[in-house]
């Protein structure tokens, strides 16, 4: 259990780029990464706008000389300091994610960035290869991964609690973007935007969530090929898809289905992830994060709670309150921050890392998995083997 304790002996000299005034995602890494003693906040490029991005910092309680025009500025003039940045958080919209990650890491700095790394799988192998050179960590932020009940399933997966594995349903489908709101919206109009966001919208915007947390359940599953149709409802969208079904076959003779989605109106988030084996089920639904309903053919239905002595040790081990308590997103970003911080200080040490986390080789995956639906999509949704 955390109790609030330090997890690495100094705190990381960190830094944002991107996730300034009026962002949500930017609040969400800030509280996330200050927890638990992991970093400390010491400079930032926040915004485009160098005054609005100073004065941004100066609120966040960091120097105003600290506080740069652009991350390029801010690499240079930290590695003057002695007590310059260790690490850096990328909250940008995602047609920057590969230059600047690839500025990071040539300047010696660990990594925390946004889904997706990158547009295509040449980048992406590119940075995971740059990362290996210069022995520097990668995490990736999909922040659903730090729940508790993540690990639960796997750890029930593992033992063997489901038997083998027949069927992997996921899904991510709300309903917010059923119109173009992006007409309106600033953080949605860059999002259908392919010069921003690259080849897709919902494939790789919420569809790598699920897909994600399916291959933190099931490690040992690898995907042999794929089918994708993707539509765009709202036709201004287009060549993005707003909606997109995935069909895939795994290598253990598996199947498993996507739905990635931002026009299911009426609902909230609806990420689920079902997992079926030949003797039980599991389904995790991440507006209850803190439940996994456990299905043994022929019993009652179980559901599992957060923070109960009946878990895994290793779903305990990230408890905050203890079970009963609500948790949310803020303490799963939290849990997985406190992963990145104790891996950067092992790499810097030479040290194995004996835990997961989401790093360079899972967002590797995450826009392998994006090309290979656009590649089936564009052929007309057809079966490819998945390279």
């Known amino acids: 259990m955390i109790y609030g304790e330090k997890l690495v002996e100094n705190p990381i000299r960190w830094a944002m780029v991107g996730g300034g005034k009026g962002s949500q995602i930017g609040y969400i890494h800030r509280s996330a990464a200050l927890r638990d003693f992991s970093f400390d906040l010491v400079a930032g490029a926040f ?49 920057t994610h590969y230059e600047i990650t690839k500025a990071a890491l040539e ?25 290996k050179r210069q022995n520097k960590v990668v995490g990736v932020t999909y922040g659903y ?31 917010f973007h059923n119109v173009a709101v992006e007409e309106n919206t600033a953080s949605t109009k860059w999002r259908v935007d392919p010069k921003v966001a690259g080849p897709s919208y919902v494939l790789g915007d919420v569809g790598t969530h699920p ?16 089918m994708c149709s993707r539509q765009s409802f709202v036709t201004s969208r287009a060549p993005l898809e707003d909606n997109a ?6 290598d253990n003779g598996a199947v498993g289905y996507v739905w990635s989605s931002c026009v299911n109106c009426g609902s909230m988030h609806g990420q689920k992830v079902r997992i079926i084996g030949e003797k039980a089920s599991i389904e995790w639904w991440d507006e209850q994060p803190n ?25 305990l081990a990230e408890d905050r309150i203890g079970g009963g308590h609500p948790e949310g997103l803020f ?13 950067m200080v092992a790499t810097d040490n030479n040290q194995t890392v004996d835990f997961w986390y989401p790093n360079v080789e899972d967002g590797i995956e995450g826009v392998r998995w994006v090309a290979n639906c656009v590649r089936s999509a564009e052929q007309g949704a057809t079966w490819v083997d998945y390279e």
């Open 245 to 250: 079904m995935t069909l895939m076959e795994y």
């Open 47 to 95: 915004d485009i706008d160098p005054e609005r991005g100073k004065e941004f910092g100066k609120m966040l309680n960091v120097a105003p000389e600290r506080c740069y025009p652009d991350y390029k500025t801010m690499f240079a003039k930290e590695a003057q300091r002695e007590d310059g940045i260790q690490a850096v958080s990328i909250a940008t919209p995602n047609g």
């Open 211 to 226: 897909l994600y947390l399916s291959e933190v359940m099931l490690p040992e599953l690898n995907i042999k090929r794929l």
């Open 107 to 131: 300047a010696g700095l660990h990594v925390v960035c946004e889904k997706p790394l990158c547009f295509t799988v040449d980048e992406a192998e590119e940075l995971g290869q740059l990362a």
């Open 331 to 343: 303490e799963s970003w939290s849990n997985l921050y406190s992963r990145f911080a104790q891996a």
């Open 145 to 175: 991964s730090g729940h508790q009940m993540i690990e639960e399933a796997r750890q029930l997966i593992a033992d063997g609690a489901l038997g083998d594995i027949r069927i992997v349903m996921l899904q991510f489908a709300h309903g």
């Open 291 to 315: 439940q996994l309903t456990y299905e043994v053919q022929g019993e009652p239905i179980r559901i599992l709670e957060r923070g109960m002595g009946y878990l895994h040790e290793s779903a």
